[in-house]
């Protein structure tokens, strides 16, 4: 499909629907593959403690540059 999208001239709307199709392999691919799916379910649940410590890590170079001004 993505040689058919890319062979095609112009900017032509009815072969989106091909880009939505190849996004969808990545679904194919989780369903087959159980260790990557194990993996994003491992970096999802990781994303909240990232956010704490990302909003942590600011606020200690925001008080560090305050008292060094």
Same mark, same amino acid.
């Given at each position: 499909?993505?040689?058919?999208?890319?062979?095609?001239?112009?900017?032509? #709307?009815?072969?989106?629907?091909? #880009?939505? $199709?190849?996004?969808?392999?990545? $679904?194919?691919?989780?369903?087959?593959? #159980?260790?990557?799916?194990?993996?994003?379910?491992?970096?999802?649940?990781?994303?909240?403690?990232?956010?704490?410590?990302?909003?942590?890590?600011?606020?200690?170079?925001?008080?560090?540059?305050?008292?060094? #001004?």
């Amino acid at each position: 499909m993505s040689y058919v999208d890319a062979l095609m001239p112009g900017n032509n #709307k009815n072969l989106k629907i091909l #880009k939505a $199709f190849r996004t969808m392999r990545i $679904f194919k691919i989780l369903k087959k593959w #159980k260790a990557l799916g194990v993996l994003i379910d491992a970096l999802a649940n990781s994303l909240v403690p990232i956010k704490n410590l990302a909003i942590l890590m600011t606020t200690y170079i925001f008080v560090g540059a305050l008292m060094c #001004k």
